[in-house]
């Protein structure tokens, strides 16, 4: 498991090598927790997955209360949400 960012971090990659979807979504939350720190106390457990499907790469981040781990690939039957759209949709 590797850090996203600084040492405070709460975000973590379940891979050495993240696709560039997993390391996207990992930046941006991680980002969006640096400028928003708040927003900290709303991460409930859930698992999200989100699927390029157009480019064949889908990524998995598992929250917590505290942290949020990405990874490569599908969460198979463990997902709460599944979004599947073309990568330039998920990027908009």
Avoid at 17 to 24: S, V
Avoid at 56 to 80: C, F, M, P, Y
């Amino acid at each position: 498991m590797t850090e996203s960012g600084g040492r405070d971090s709460c975000v973590t990659y379940a891979d050495l090598e993240p696709n560039g979807l997993a390391n996207l979504v990992g930046r941006l939350l991680e980002a969006n927790l640096e400028v928003h720190p708040g927003r900290r106390e709303l991460l409930s457990p859930c698992v999200v997955e989100l699927d390029a499907t157009d480019a064949d790469v889908s990524v998995t981040i598992r929250i917590e209360r505290d942290r949020a781990e990405v990874a490569n690939g599908g969460a198979d039957l463990d997902s709460h949400v599944i979004v599947e759209a073309r990568a330039q949709d998920l990027l908009d």
